[in-house]
């Protein structure tokens, strides 16, 4: 009878405390109270879970990778903006036309930039589809919101350009014109692109965190993810080429004030080389724990619970 | 992080301090647990209560399992953190029954 009740534990449990639960019931015979206890422990390990499958565990890590991958990819974004930024003014765009190398370091960070999105969107997206349909079917509202944080920031984001496209920045022209009026709009510009970036990226992680979502899309997305990691690398050696063959081509031009918001050039390449550099190492370490999580875990379809 | 608290686990609160004391003479297994916590506590746990309370010490770091090779029975043995959870729940316990008894003595 004791032996039938402790079938009746959830498969973690029972995993882990089996073999050494029996072999302690086998010392004593079971009295009818110990039978009602046993039965009471079942319901408990039921209701209140102590023991984590070792899938389980492993799904969650892999989720935590991709997660983490998801936020060095901000990360970049956000250096990569202010090196594409930094780079479309004309003597940047003349050095990287008259020069190999600076042009062909360029073309790599678009190319790895580009490569990067489109694998953060592949692994992502069926992410987000299974945590909304998650969502709706426990009738929940709180995920489908945060899902739509990403395109309300980006409202206000594309808003707020428009804002100071149109209307601010030829408002303030009327009655001065200056740099340092045009560095405050760009910098506030870059400050709500950053925040709406971080938002996005936030809501999504709780999106994601709060879901149920079935092993399935998370062992998917971790391919992609290892691949945005791979791109990221291109992105951050192309700046760092870039940078190098800037200097030994055009040392005055990189020694110059051609930096975001007219500060130092160089500067500015590094400021934007080191984030991309922390990026790119916390990306690559998390694809690689979640390349490891993916291949001790057996494929399966259940949910996360 | 180590979650100490040894009386936040509700009905498990008890079974759990009889499991830390009865390791905190040395490594035991199930059964010699209960047999133990029954001859120095006088309390019988059930099997259920026995590892419901194991599972739960296990999870918080506070008691961990040994390497039993070739053997289905499985001893434990105390961690630091719960010889640290164990002692500051005995002198908590002290305390209360210290006022309790001085209580009763000038009632």
Redesign the interface.
């Given at each position: 009878m004791a032996r039938w009740l402790v079938r009746l534990y959830p498969h973690a449990w029972r995993v882990r405390y089996e073999e050494e639960f029996l072999a302690m019931l086998e010392q004593r015979s079971a009295s009818v109270w110990d039978l009602l206890d046993v039965a009471l422990g079942v319901l408990d390990a039921w209701l209140r879970p102590q023991v984590m499958s070792e899938r389980r565990i492993m799904v969650q890590r892999m989720r935590g990778s991709v997660l983490a991958v998801l936020w060095a990819w901000v990360g970049l974004v956000v250096a990569g903006v202010g090196f594409q930024k930094m780079t479309e003014y004309g003597d940047f765009v003349r050095a990287a036309r008259e020069n190999t190398l600076v042009g062909g370091a360029f073309d790599a960070v678009v190319i790895g930039a580009v490569a990067a999105m489109v694998a953060i969107c592949v692994g992502g997206a069926p992410i987000a589809f299974a945590a909304a349909r998650s969502a709706l079917a426990e009738g929940r509202r709180d995920v489908p919101l945060l899902l739509c944080l990403p395109v309300l920031s980006l409202a206000i984001f594309v808003g707020y350009t428009l804002l100071i496209v149109r209307v601010i920045d030829p408002a303030l022209e009327r009655f001065a014109s200056g740099e340092a009026t045009d560095v405050t709009l760009l910098l506030s510009l870059a400050v709500v692109f950053v925040l709406a970036a971080v938002a996005s990226v936030g809501a999504v992680s709780a999106a994601i965190r709060r879901s149920e979502i079935a092993a399935l899309p998370i062992r998917f997305a971790i391919y992609p993810s290892a691949v945005a990691a791979v791109a990221m690398l291109v992105v951050l050696v192309g700046a760092v080429v870039w940078g190098l063959a800037l200097r030994a081509q055009a040392p005055a031009l990189f020694a110059g004030d051609e930096g975001i918001a007219s500060a130092s050039t160089s500067g500015t390449w590094m400021v934007i080389v080191t984030v991309m550099a922390v990026s790119t190492a916390v990306a690559i370490v998390a694809a690689i724990r979640g390349l490891r999580a993916r291949s001790l875990q057996r494929p399966a379809g259940r949910p996360l619970s | 992080m180590v979650d100490d608290g040894v009386s936040k686990l509700g009905r498990f609160s008890d079974p759990a301090l009889f499991v830390l004391v009865s390791l905190a003479e040395g490594e035991k297994?199930?059964?010699a647990m209960?047999e133990d916590i029954e001859r120095t506590c006088g309390t019988r746990l059930?099997?259920?209560?026995?590892?419901?309370a194991?599972?739960?010490l296990?999870?918080r770091g506070l008691v961990e399992p040994l390497v039993?090779s070739g053997q289905?029975?499985?001893p434990y043995r105390i961690t630091a953190p719960g010889a640290s959870a164990l002692e500051k729940r005995l002198r908590e316990l002290e305390g209360f029954a210290r006022a309790g008894l001085g209580r009763l003595a000038t009632a």
């Amino acid at each position: 009878m004791a032996r039938w009740l402790v079938r009746l534990y959830p498969h973690a449990w029972r995993v882990r405390y089996e073999e050494e639960f029996l072999a302690m019931l086998e010392q004593r015979s079971a009295s009818v109270w110990d039978l009602l206890d046993v039965a009471l422990g079942v319901l408990d390990a039921w209701l209140r879970p102590q023991v984590m499958s070792e899938r389980r565990i492993m799904v969650q890590r892999m989720r935590g990778s991709v997660l983490a991958v998801l936020w060095a990819w901000v990360g970049l974004v956000v250096a990569g903006v202010g090196f594409q930024k930094m780079t479309e003014y004309g003597d940047f765009v003349r050095a990287a036309r008259e020069n190999t190398l600076v042009g062909g370091a360029f073309d790599a960070v678009v190319i790895g930039a580009v490569a990067a999105m489109v694998a953060i969107c592949v692994g992502g997206a069926p992410i987000a589809f299974a945590a909304a349909r998650s969502a709706l079917a426990e009738g929940r509202r709180d995920v489908p919101l945060l899902l739509c944080l990403p395109v309300l920031s980006l409202a206000i984001f594309v808003g707020y350009t428009l804002l100071i496209v149109r209307v601010i920045d030829p408002a303030l022209e009327r009655f001065a014109s200056g740099e340092a009026t045009d560095v405050t709009l760009l910098l506030s510009l870059a400050v709500v692109f950053v925040l709406a970036a971080v938002a996005s990226v936030g809501a999504v992680s709780a999106a994601i965190r709060r879901s149920e979502i079935a092993a399935l899309p998370i062992r998917f997305a971790i391919y992609p993810s290892a691949v945005a990691a791979v791109a990221m690398l291109v992105v951050l050696v192309g700046a760092v080429v870039w940078g190098l063959a800037l200097r030994a081509q055009a040392p005055a031009l990189f020694a110059g004030d051609e930096g975001i918001a007219s500060a130092s050039t160089s500067g500015t390449w590094m400021v934007i080389v080191t984030v991309m550099a922390v990026s790119t190492a916390v990306a690559i370490v998390a694809a690689i724990r979640g390349l490891r999580a993916r291949s001790l875990q057996r494929p399966a379809g259940r949910p996360l619970s | 992080m180590v979650d100490d608290g040894v009386s936040k686990l509700g009905r498990f609160s008890d079974p759990a301090l009889f499991v830390l004391v009865s390791l905190a003479e040395g490594e035991k297994h199930g059964y010699a647990m209960m047999e133990d916590i029954e001859r120095t506590c006088g309390t019988r746990l059930g099997p259920g209560t026995l590892y419901g309370a194991l599972s739960r010490l296990e999870k918080r770091g506070l008691v961990e399992p040994l390497v039993a090779s070739g053997q289905r029975r499985r001893p434990y043995r105390i961690t630091a953190p719960g010889a640290s959870a164990l002692e500051k729940r005995l002198r908590e316990l002290e305390g209360f029954a210290r006022a309790g008894l001085g209580r009763l003595a000038t009632a």
